[in-house]
């Protein structure tokens, strides 16, 4: 079966950086659409970035020139590069590949 095992999240200060990756497993990675979101405590789940089939990819404003997204399709993993943290960046992370959801990792930002 499909299964998306998160890693990477953790505390760390305002400023500092985070790589977020998600390892895909059980299905054709490569031919997958892929995607990071976010929930913070008592907010609905926040779209971040999309990286298509074609290697394009699109990020929300709120992420945008901070957030990278990228894939290694030979490891089957899915990133989220994430620098300039914020306190608003604290939040549980999920990836998405193949409209499968990953079990999200928690990101937490000290001011």
């Known amino acids: 079966q499909v299964q998306l095992v998160e890693s990477g999240g953790g505390s760390v200060q305002a400023g500092g950086s985070l790589k977020l990756s998600c390892v895909a497993s059980g299905l054709i990675f490569s031919r997958c659409g892929m995607a990071w979101f976010r929930q913070a405590p008592g907010k609905e789940r926040e779209w971040l970035s999309n990286l298509n089939r074609d290697g394009t990819s699109i990020y929300a404003d709120a992420v945008k020139g901070r957030f990278t997204i990228y894939r290694d399709n030979a490891k089957n993993t899915l990133y989220l590069q994430m620098n300039s943290l914020k306190w608003e960046d604290t939040a549980v992370y999920y990836c998405?590949?193949?409209?499968?959801w990953g079990q999200g990792t928690q990101v937490t930002i000290s001011s």
């Open positions: 998405k590949v193949c409209l499968n």
